[in-house]
Every structure is written in structure tokens, then in C-alpha cells.
């Protein structure tokens, strides 16, 4: 009984965890360094993120500073960020990148909450299969009588409260972004 309680607990965590990083990589008005550490770009024959070939940070109010530590990646790092889904330019300046993020516009802001709801969701139907999972390991536990039925049903009522509670975190979670994407 606890071990499906268990591991519903350590999976919902994961799932969060996931979510968190996806959704800190979603451009918003405020200028984010996570939008821009994890770009792969082509260095010495492989793809490795921005964050391993120099530090990232912000110069409020809308721009991003990249310091390259290797100055022949320079090049390398601006193709990737000009290629990239962010639809920016990169200017350079010695080992520097500078990366203005201009005001979006209203129709961006409504394409951005679409997707953070659409990526929201799809975590919270993985949540769900981790609770059908757990439902069904309960299910075979009972059938084998390991469990009386009032533990099945005590046990499932709290599987449900713990997905009650991750699926409200996830919603906390998209009701911040969605308000970082409307400032």
C-alpha cells in the first residue's frame, strides 16, 4: 500500500521538476538566462549548450549578456541563437553577446499562453498515468490478497488526494507563467 503512495509521491515530484524547467525556458516580457542556457551550439564537432561555453545574464530592463569564454565560439553561439525557435539577433562585442528581447506583442503573449496550457496539460496526463499506474499495482496486490478491500479503497482514496495535490501545484505553476507572460 505505501509503496504505490511512494512512488506516486517521487513520480508527481519528477513530473513537477520537468515542468518547472520546461516552463522557465518560455520567453516572457522579463528577460530570462534560461531561455538561453540550454541552445545547443556546434562546438568542436558537437552540439553543447550555451552554458558550458560561457556565463549568462541579464541587464534589466529587456537584455540578455552572454561572456564566451573561447572567442572562436563566438560565431558558433550567435548561429545558434539567431537559428533558434526565440526569433532574436545576437550583436557582439569582444567576448560578449548582447541579446535585446524586445516588448511582445498582444498575439505573441496569446500564442505563449497557449502553449504553456498545452504543455501543462500534457504533464498533468502524465500525472494521470502514474496514478493508473499506481491504481492498477493496488489493484494486483488486492487480487493476490495482500490487501483487505477497505485498504483498497482507503489506499486509492489517497493516491487521489496526492494527484488532487500535484495537479494543484502544476496549476499554481501555469497560473505564475501565465502571469510573467502578461506583464
Same mark, same amino acid.
Given at each position: ?116 496550457? &498545452?504543455?501543462? @496539460?500534457?504533464?498533468?496526463?502524465? /500525472?494521470?498515468?502514474?496514478?493508473? #499506474?499506481?491504481? *492498477?499495482? =493496488? %489493484? ?13 479503497? &482507503?489506499?486509492? @482514496?489517497?493516491?487521489?488526494?496526492? /494527484?488532487?495535490?500535484?495537479?494543484? #501545484?502544476?496549476? *499554481?505553476? =501555469? %497560473? ?8
Amino acid at each position: 500500500m505505501e509503496k504505490q503512495i511512494e512512488e506516486i509521491t517521487k513520480d508527481g515530484q519528477e513530473i513537477l521538476g520537468n515542468l518547472k524547467r520546461a516552463l522557465s525556458g518560455v520567453r516572457t516580457s522579463r528577460p530570462n538566462t534560461a531561455l538561453f542556457e540550454d541552445i545547443k551550439v556546434e562546438y568542436y564537432g558537437g552540439l553543447v549548450p550555451i552554458k558550458q561555453l560561457g556565463t549568462v545574464g541579464v541587464h534589466p530592463p529587456r537584455e540578455i549578456d552572454i561572456q564566451v569564454w573561447d572567442q572562436s565560439a563566438i560565431p558558433s553561439v550567435v548561429k545558434a541563437i539567431e537559428s533558434s525557435s526565440l526569433n532574436l539577433s545576437a550583436n557582439v562585442a569582444g567576448n560578449s553577446i548582447k541579446i535585446f528581447l524586445p516588448e511582445l506583442s498582444e498575439e505573441r503573449r496569446n500564442e505563449l499562453i497557449k502553449y504553456v496550457k &498545452k504543455m501543462t @496539460e500534457e504533464h498533468k496526463i502524465q /500525472v494521470r498515468h502514474v496514478r493508473d #499506474e499506481a491504481n *492498477k499495482s =493496488l %489493484e494486483k496486490s488486492f487480487d493476490e490478497g495482500e490487501v483487505t478491500e477497505d485498504q483498497k479503497f &482507503k489506499t486509492k @482514496e489517497r493516491i487521489q488526494k496526492e /494527484v488532487d495535490k500535484i495537479n494543484g #501545484e502544476i496549476e *499554481k505553476l =501555469l %497560473e505564475a507563467k501565465i502571469k510573467e507572460i502578461e506583464e
